[in-house]
């Protein structure tokens, strides 16, 4: 009779904990932080020179971003161009401010939409972009001709508005 109510215990003492291990296993697995999404982080990286910060977003059937662009350089430039895509190539971003200026030490606001099916909420999507400008340090007595380009990189996940 004693072993067999030290069996019992045994399997009761091991029941408990697993069921408790379970328990704690589908929370968890309930909540998304094991989904591949989840554990992807956003980023937003043009270099040194030309920090970003970003905002991604669906509103009315469509992808948008929000792209905030900080002159690092020590001198004003000119944005000539700002070229944002999927790194499939499959989509790319439109309506992008040209011709921008930015004093050393000042930002601005392009506002784009992806062409396409909007991404879905939760969906990661990663971006190449590059940033053409001129410089216009005051040694030119002007803005340059000569054209630079960054490349970078964008890591989103799209937020409800």
Known sequence: MKKGQ???EYLMTYGWAILALVIVMAVL???GI???SYLVSEECSFGNTIRCNFGFF???GSSKMLLTLYNGFPYKIRMKSLDLETTDGTQ???GFDTGVDLESGANHTFSGTLGGAEVPEGNVKKFVGTVTYVSCAPELGGCSDVEHTI???ITAKPIPK
């Open 6 to 8: 030290a069996a019992v």
């Open 29 to 31: 697995f309930s909540t």
């Open 34 to 36: 094991f989904s591949p």
């Open 58 to 60: 669906n509103d009315a």
């Open 92 to 94: 790319q971003f439109t």
């Open 151 to 153: 490349t970078g990189r």
